[in-house]
């Protein structure tokens, strides 16, 4: 089989990290697992070519494709472009003719990396745990949202959080097969106490649960407790699934269990098309364009080949692939090489390049 991939490397630090994973997917290539890369512009450099954050061209590439890897959009150089054409708007137009609505964020701690979490070695060493967050409703996009100035002259801001039933069971639904694939076991995280769509969250995912995937262990809990249970003992969860909001904060507590923004990876998943089975689906690493360090072979390019093997694991089913580069990531940090973020004090940092080579090695 094929696998087309569209490579959207971006600005700033997104073209250094993204060379590195084509170096990984020439080695898998040259073993014969049949990939395909086309590559295009996206955010400030395809505004510097085309005068828009993504071209209709690259639009209908992304749609052909069975993945697409992002590096990273933005800039100083672009911060005064018009609203609708800055960078961001790129993979917001992504994210949204693509329909993906399910957001991964996996927070993985390597026992080599342990001391450089904020919390104590034997809380996250060993830690592997999936955020599933809701990305295309709930309180952001809800209506009305606005402010609105009263007669008295006062004024009244309004966010809508709203959830339909098919937005509750389709994110449930990749929570529980996802957690199939792992420890077997969903926390379902929502706010039932004090909100209507905490109790419709919590009432489909109950259904769901019973009707498709009874051999999943479910648990319900409050997102203020999740986030407490995150920082005190993380190695309880497994998958947790919540909705946009809650899932924008609790993916960003569970992110710094693990260490540096350069090694967090994460996928976007749309729905199934009925005859292939397949989804639509955007790897990324959390990262932005880092325009700090960008251009000086400083970034760490972990969590953009992490999103790669996310690709290997949730694309394409090649999942001995995708331990393999696991493994061989865990290898090269405990062999003590890294990049500047992620160095140990007394430890020599080595570059972008050095990584991805080490990688290619193990
Ligand atoms: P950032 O993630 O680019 O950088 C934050 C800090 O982390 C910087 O000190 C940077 O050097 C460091 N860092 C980030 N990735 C790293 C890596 N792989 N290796 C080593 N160090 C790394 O966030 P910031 O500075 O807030 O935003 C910079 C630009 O990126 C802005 O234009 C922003 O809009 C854009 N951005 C884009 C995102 C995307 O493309 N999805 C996400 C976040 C920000
Ligand atoms: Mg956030």
Not at 99 to 127: H, M, Q, T, W
């Amino acid at each position: 089989a094929t696998h087309k991939l569209l490579l959207l490397p971006g600005d700033g630090i997104g073209p250094e990290v993204m060379r590195e994973v084509e170096k990984i997917v020439g080695w898998f290539r040259k073993r014969g697992v049949g990939f395909e890369t086309e590559t295009d512009l996206v955010g400030g450099s395809a505004y510097d070519a085309h005068g828009v954050a993504i071209s209709e061209d690259a639009m209908s590439r992304a749609q052909a494709a069975d993945a697409v890897l992002f590096g990273a959009v933005g800039g100083a150089k672009w911060d005064s472009v018009p609203y609708a054409v800055r960078p961001e708007a790129g993979l917001l137009r992504l994210r949204k003719d693509l329909g993906l609505f399910a957001n991964l964020r996996p927070a993985i701690c390597y026992p080599a990396l342990a001391d450089a979490s904020s919390l104590k070695r034997e809380v996250v060493e060993g830690l592997d745990i999936m955020i599933v967050r809701e990305l295309t409703g709930g309180v952001y996009f809800g209506e009305p949202k606005e402010i609105v100035t009263l007669e008295d002259g006062s004024q009244r801001a309004v966010d809508t959080q709203i959830y339909h039933t098919h937005e509750v069971e389709r994110i449930a639904r990749v929570a529980f097969d996802l957690a199939g694939k792992r420890r077997n076991k969903v926390s379902s995280a929502e706010k039932f106490n004090v909100m209507k769509t905490g109790v419709f969250w919590r009432q489909v995912v109950t259904r769901i649960h019973k009707q498709e995937f009874s051999g999943v262990e479910l648990e319900h809990v409050l997102a203020d407790n999740c986030a407490m249970q995150l920082v005190r003992y993380p190695k309880q969860f497994d998958v947790i699934v919540t909705d946009n909001l809650f899932g924008d904060i609790l993916s960003d507590i569970a992110a710094m269990l693990t260490g540096s923004l350069g090694m967090l990876p994460s996928a976007s998943l749309g729905a199934e098309d009925p005859a292939s089975g397949q989804r639509k689906a955007l790897y990324e690493p959390v990262h932005g364009s880092a325009p700090d360090i960008a251009g000086k072979g400083l970034a760490n390019p972990i969590a953009m080949i992490g999103s790669f093997g996310m690709a290997l694991r949730y694309s394409f089913g090649l999942l001995d692939e995708a331990d393999r580069l696991d493994r061989a990531i865990a290898n090269v940090l405990a062999s003590g090489t890294r990049t500047k973020d992620i160095a140990g004090p007394g430890m020599n940092a080595v570059g972008t390049q050095d990584v991805g080579d080490a990688i290619v090695k193990e």
